[in-house]
């Protein structure tokens, strides 16, 4: 079952975000450790490798949602929608691989930046 945000973050990130980021992964040659511990940073983003091959953060030093900005939205509950376009990016780059996405913090939960953990399970495959 796909989470109420999904189709909302796929018309998101499908035209500008996730052409950047294939772009971005096919350059650091599909090395997600090289991805989020070095040349995601700068640009309003930042990585981290918290286990190489398997844990990560992300984030944006502001909040990016055109919607919020706008003053339309200020449920931070609306952050699950950068959590589906997170997935849903890294389900495009590595479609055989198992990842989970977890909010750890947000602006519209009060914090300064925006930041992610992803999770990817090296051991089971999709089928």
Known sequence: MKDKY???AVAC???????AQIKLYQ?????LDKIYGEA???NGYFGKVIEPGHIYELGYEKCTCQKVLKGQIS???HCNCSRQSILYILNQ???????SVEILETVLQG?????FRVTKDSSDKRK
């Open 111 to 115: 914090a300064d930046h925006c930041r």
């Open 6 to 8: 999904y189709e909302q």
């Open 40 to 42: 995601m940073n700068g």
């Open 13 to 19: 990130v499908k035209d500008y975000v996730l052409p």
């Open 27 to 31: 350059s650091c040659g599909g090395n």
């Open 93 to 99: 780059l590595e479609p055989d691989t198992i990842f």
């Open 75 to 77: 449920d931070p509950e």
